[in-house]
T-cell receptor, first 109, second 112 residues
Framework: QKEVEQNSGPLSVPEGAIASLNCTYSDRGSQSFFWYRQYSGKSPELIMSIYSNGDKEDGRFTAQLNKASQYVSLLIRDSQPSDSATYLC?????????FGAGTRLTVKP | SQTIHQWPATLVQPVGSPLSLECTVEGTSNPNLYWYRQAAGRGLQLLFYSVGIGQISSEVPQNLSASRPQDRQFILSSKKLLLSDSGFYLCAGRGYMNTEAFFGQGTRLTVV
């Protein structure tokens, strides 16, 4: 069974802090990994994609991938109240895209 | 850019009634298409995916079915809805040369 696991949270951080979100996956054949943000009642929107081991930075967001440990993370620097949402981790392998259950993040002003 | 159109946005259906949700794609050809269901406060459950016309892969045995009559059209159906079919249904597409998926706006289905 191909699984993507996330801590459901909720994760609460103060405004301006770093939020750290983690994800593990079971399918060693997974080639690509994604972080999506989902506001309540809305569809997910893509934040980051990462394909190779190491870090990838885009503005306040940094994605980290460790294929040996089957681990993906997302760091959000200078967290803002508008970052409050559920963050979904996804893995992709051969046309199959799987999502974790999501981590709910609350950024307190 | 790739766009997923999905309708209706909300739907209330009685138990035992049929269902048809449609999803169309713009901005790419030969996309992979996906149907997900999200129960309240839960993650995305992959229901079906399609790599081409008439090609459907089913992930979860249930009373739902999917069809892909055209390259950019993906339909989710049921002959008789159950209460447990309630949820937020999301269509997603992935362009032939891309790996990231983009989502439609979703359909919130309530079976009463």
């Amino acid at each position: 069974q191909k699984e993507v696991e996330q801590n459901s949270g909720p994760l609460s951080v103060p405004e301006g802090a770093i939020a750290s979100l983690n994800c593990t996956y079971s399918d060693r054949g997974s080639q690509s990994f994604f972080w999506y943000r989902q506001y309540s009642g809305k569809s997910p929107e893509l934040i980051m994609s990462i394909y190779s081991n190491g870090d990838k930075e885009d503005g306040r967001f940094t994605a980290q991938l460790n294929k040996a440990s089957q681990y993906v993370s997302l760091l959000i620097r200078d967290s803002q109240p508008s970052d409050s949402a559920t963050y979904l981790c996804a893995s992709y392998n051969n046309n199959d895209m799987r999502f974790g259950a999501g981590t709910r993040l609350t950024v307190k002003p | 850019s790739q766009t997923i159109h999905q309708w209706p946005a909300t739907l209330v259906q009685p138990v035992g009634s049929p269902l048809s949700l449609e999803c169309t794609v713009e901005g790419t050809s030969n996309p992979n298409l996906y149907w997900y269901r999200q129960a309240a406060g839960r993650g995305l459950q992959l229901l079906f995916y399609s790599v081409g016309i008439g090609q459907i892969s089913s992930e979860v045995p249930q009373n739902l079915s999917a069809s892909r009559p055209q390259d950019r059209q993906f339909i989710l159906s049921s002959k008789k809805l159950l209460l447990s079919d309630s949820g937020f249904y999301l269509c997603a597409g992935r362009g032939y040369m891309n790996t990231e998926a983009f989502f439609g706006q979703g359909t919130r289905l309530t079976v009463v």
